[in-house]
């Protein structure tokens, strides 16, 4: 086994939690040290976007049968920034204020940063401009704006299909900066920023839908060329380190051909605009995290494409308030949770297919307190079934196995799990007081060892996009999600018979209707303009 696989399955071990030992922390708040939320680039250009709360959207149960594309201009791209990785709402209590945004993500800590290279149609920046050049930016969530860091000249933009000679495509790409949930989660927040980078794509996929777009992720680019394409190796400009995650073709006309990327890096400058604000005075050091993220930074294998169908929804909001509207909630409302088996069957559909167009890795484990119809108990949602023989060898032998009234749900075992989730949980009452909850499970030992280290951050993202959907579909039923990172690993393995590492649980989730805190205000995200 090589290093790096050797360094992801440490890892791994290291950081899950067990009933003595959590992972390692630094065990308290560093207020001191407390991380800015928001990245702000010194010295750069910002060009402010126009906001899009006036827009109309599709209502949510239609982005999956969208075919009209909305133009790639100024005014689509603000909106689908705003409506992925904006700012939802600002909250106040206490005389505390803090933003809510449209991705969730761990302890609201926001690791992930956005940048666009757009073509020379849409790129704002004037000075000494010529036909063919791009401009490179940065999305700063908090004043809503583009910051310019580099204008690049490239015919990369001649690779992808065009309407009127307009150009129809951009390219997003998101990063990480590890510091920001590190502060909090010490040693197991590598896992937290990977799922917080599943939740961002998600979040990206669905604003595109609202504008009949189309996001594909590169495959062909080492994490080397996406550092030099945002500029990360340019190191006097940064004092945390910041990775990238994954670049995305975002287009309104679909296409399918590998694009070819040499051009636009052989001519990246050397230099960009803009100095990265520091986000704290100092830093608590962990070696841990330096060496999965050293690890995991080689791609290796890509994954095999596949087709999937439309899913049918029932009628609900517009798009942009279910975006808007989705939150984390703390407190479940144990009177108020229960749910029809309608409403649970529209949640599982929404995760039932792939999110991405690649074969599903991830399996939900899903507790059933308050499901009308359904008896409490232990199920299992299949989500490729070409992993049911392996999970019914690997778990209990006495478990059921009865099929459900959904396709691919199987109850394992009949009793009142209530206590139990909320215990594996970290003792969270969220686990317990809602209609359900969950764990991600993932095949594990042999998708690493077959697609090498990267594939461990790979799985996290596919757990963390399931999440996003989750969110957004509970919020589109009235209903709340919260996402939970927290949770006794190898307890849960212990609930379902699993010996070894083949099959791993990598995310809990749970459903039901959130207490409204009243002494919470809600303002305005951005002031209009």
Request: overall charge negative; proline content about 3%; charged content about 20%.
């Amino acid at each position: 086994m090589n290093k790096n696989l050797q360094t992801v399955f440490h890892y791994h071990e290291t950081t899950k939690h067990a009933p003595q030992r959590y992972a390692r922390s630094l065990g308290y708040m560093d207020w001191a040290t407390q991380p800015n939320p928001f990245r702000e680039y010194q010295g750069s250009i910002q060009i402010p976007l126009e906001l899009s709360f006036e827009n109309s959207t599709l209502p949510y149960h239609l982005l999956d049968s969208n075919k009209l594309a909305a133009p790639v201009c100024d005014a689509s791209i603000s909106q689908f920034l705003q409506f992925s990785m904006g700012i939802a709402a600002y909250k106040e209590s206490g005389g505390n204020s803090w933003a809510v945004r449209c991705n969730a993500s761990s302890g609201n800590l926001h690791p992930s940063e956005t940048y666009l290279i757009l073509p020379p149609s849409l790129y704002d920046y004037k000075e000494h401009k010529k036909k063919d050049e791009s401009g490179i930016y940065h999305y700063n969530v908090k004043n809503h704006a583009l910051e310019f860091l580099s204008k690049v000249q490239t015919d990369i933009w001649n690779q992808f299909p065009s309407t009127s000679n307009q150009e129809s495509t951009f390219i997003v790409a998101l990063s990480s900066i590890s510091w920001r949930e590190v502060w909090k989660y010490g040693e197991r927040a590598f896992r937290y920023v990977n799922l917080d980078a599943g939740h961002a794509w998600q979040s990206l996929v669905v604003s595109a839908k609202m504008l009949g777009w189309e996001v594909k992720r590169v495959d062909s680019l080492s994490y080397k060329e996406m550092a030099k394409i945002l500029g990360f190796d340019q190191k006097e400009r940064f004092s945390e380190t910041e990775l990238p995650d994954m670049l995305l073709i975002v287009s309104e006309i679909s296409h399918s051909k590998d694009i070819d990327f040499s051009n636009l890096l052989d001519n990246i400058p050397k230099k960009f605009q803009g100095v990265a604000n520091r986000l704290s005075s100092s830093m608590y050091e962990w070696d841990i995290i330096h060496q999965i993220e050293q690890a995991t930074t080689t791609q290796e294998i890509p994954q095999q494409l596949i087709s999937t169908s439309v899913q049918i929804k029932e009628p609900t909001m517009e798009s942009k308030e279910v975006v808007l509207q989705r939150r984390s909630v703390h407190v479940m409302d144990k009177e108020q949770s229960p749910i029809t088996p309608k409403e649970f069957h529209t949640i599982l559909q929404s995760v039932s297919h792939s999110l991405d167009n690649k074969e599903n890795a991830t399996h939900l484990i899903l507790f059933l307190h308050r499901v009308d119809s359904y008896e409490q108990g232990l199920y299992i949602l299949i989500r490729n079934e070409k992993d049911k023989d392996d999970l019914q060898n690997a778990m209990h032998k006495d478990f059921l196995w009865i099929p459900s009234k959904f396709q691919g749900l199987y109850l394992l075992e009949k009793r009142d799990f209530t206590m139990a989730s909320k215990t594996i949980s970290c003792s969270q009452d969220i686990a317990s007081d809602g209609a359900f909850s969950l764990g991600m499970l993932c095949r594990f030992s042999e998708e690493i060892t077959k697609y090498g280290a990267h594939r461990y951050k790979e799985l996290f993202w596919e757990c963390g996009a399931i999440g996003q959907e989750l969110y957004l579909e509970a919020t589109s039923l009235g209903l709340s999600g919260t996402g939970i990172g927290c949770f006794l690993d190898d307890m849960m393995h212990g609930v379902l018979g699993f010996k070894g590492n083949k099959f791993q649980i990598l995310y809990h989730f749970t459903v039901g209707r959130g207490y409204v805190d009243s002494r919470i205000v809600t303002k305005p995200a951005y002031l209009k303009r």
